[in-house]
């Protein structure tokens, strides 16, 4: 932004200025003025969607389940139209025992900048099965896609099917990287405090070819960085990136702590906006849709964010 400088003149100075100034416009004043430079854009703020939801039965593979979708709408709410598209479609997975409501201020956050979120409600019993969570997720993106080209559907035609990406928590995180490896169609993969799982996530990470995320938090006791996320990210060529936010905590990706929680030296506020700027801008970056993002993801506003650590094989 320009800023005019101040100089000490005489007064007859400064008169004979202003009477110049009255009988020729100047130079200055007849120039069109260099625009400012764009603001970059921060994910970590909500997107230009009103965001809606729906439940509904997810019945597609072979499997069938309850699920919540978040999606961009016309207007917000439930059940609204989907907004003009076509949007990015991911899958996410809860955590162990957490109900999909947990990671509402996630999800949608990620419809408030255009992408349709199916949550799988299954597998949320004291003996889940990882792998049946890994089919699930991929169920999910097969039906979605399905409902892209079904007539009726809200979802017809609002959906891109060449930009899928799989997320998730925990259990789900792990669960997320068996379903990547399973699924050619994923483009990206996105996890929040991935745990290994059975079979192994870190098996299933050092089999992907495409882009990988691992978020966790240095304050973590339930599946910390060190037995798991870091063990995902080793086994992973790149591209790939290990974010560790600094005093982040495993209940800190979750909208509300229960019995088992832990605790970190960062507010679960803090965590979540972290969380919210470091995934939005690697998923709509790897998906392709944001190539302005690049400097947020690989580059150094990535490596300098405060309160993050960041590892990355570009």
Known sequence: MFRRLLRTVSVPAILLTLAA???????????????????????????????????????AAGRSFAARVWYPGTTAGADAPVAAGPHPGLAFGHGFFQDVSKYES????????????????????????????????????????????????????????????????????GAALLAAGRNSAVKTVSTLAAAETDPSAVTASGTLNIPAQYVGGSADSIAGVAGNQQKMYDA???PTQLRVITGGFHCGFVDSSGIGCDSGSVTRAVQQRLTRGITTAYLLYTWGVDDSLYDQVWGSAARNLAGVVYSAKP
């Open 106 to 173: 996630l999800l949608t956050h990620y419809a408030s900048w255009g992408v349709i979120t199916v949550a799988p409600k299954s597998q949320g019993g004291l003996f889940p099965s990882h792998s049946g969570f890994a089919d699930d997720l991929n169920a999910s993106l097969t039906w979605l896609t399905a409902q892209n080209s079904t007539g009726g559907s809200r979802f017809a035609g609002a959906v891109d099917t060449a930009r899928l990406g799989l997320s998730g928590h925990s259990m789900g995180g």
């Open 236 to 238: 992973k060529s790149s």
């Open 21 to 59: 100034a009255l009988a020729v416009p100047s130079a200055a004043t007849a120039a069109t003025p260099t625009p400012p430079t764009a603001a970059a854009v921060d994910p970590s703020n909500a997107g230009p969607f009103a965001v809606a939801h729906t439940d509904l039965t997810v019945s």
